[in-house]
């Protein structure tokens, strides 16, 4: 049985950081799809960053969070990390830490592909950033 589970999610000023965390424990393949995901107040679920575990590294981020935040993973713990820098009080939300097959084309692999295919979700964290 697949579980995510995430950590990291604090509340911080404006301008701070923070590094959320997501293990996935009970994955038998070395290769999937792995991704961030937010529901911000009053907002339905985007994408904000995605990978392949096992995968070349590349990774696709939400327009918003380009430049500020930072995918980076630990294949051989199976864990994905989400660097975030430059908090903005719109980047408040709960984030979902989200798993499924890798897509054929790893550049495919992103929140907003497992908005749609995801099979594992984490039960999420809160970030609160205030000014």
């Known amino acids: 049985q697949v579980q995510l589970v995430e950590s990291g999610g604090d509340s911080v000023q404006v301008g701070g950081s923070l590094r959320l965390s997501c293990t996935a424990s009970?994955?038998?393949?070395?290769?999937?799809?792995m991704a961030w995901v937010r529901q911000r107040p009053g907002n339905e679920r985007e994408g904000v960053a995605g990978t392949v575990i096992g995968g070349n590294g590349g990774s696709t981020y939400l327009d918003s969070v380009r430049g500020r935040f930072t995918l980076s993973q630990d294949a051989a713990k199976n864990t994905l990390y989400l660097q975030m820098n430059n908090l903005r009080p719109e980047d408040t939300a709960t984030y979902y830490c989200a798993a499924g097959l890798a897509p054929r084309l790893p550049q495919v692999c992103s929140g907003t592909y497992l908005l749609r295919y995801a099979e594992h979700w984490g039960q999420g964290t809160q970030v609160t950033v205030s000014s």
């Open positions: 009970g994955y038998t393949q070395s290769r999937f799809c």
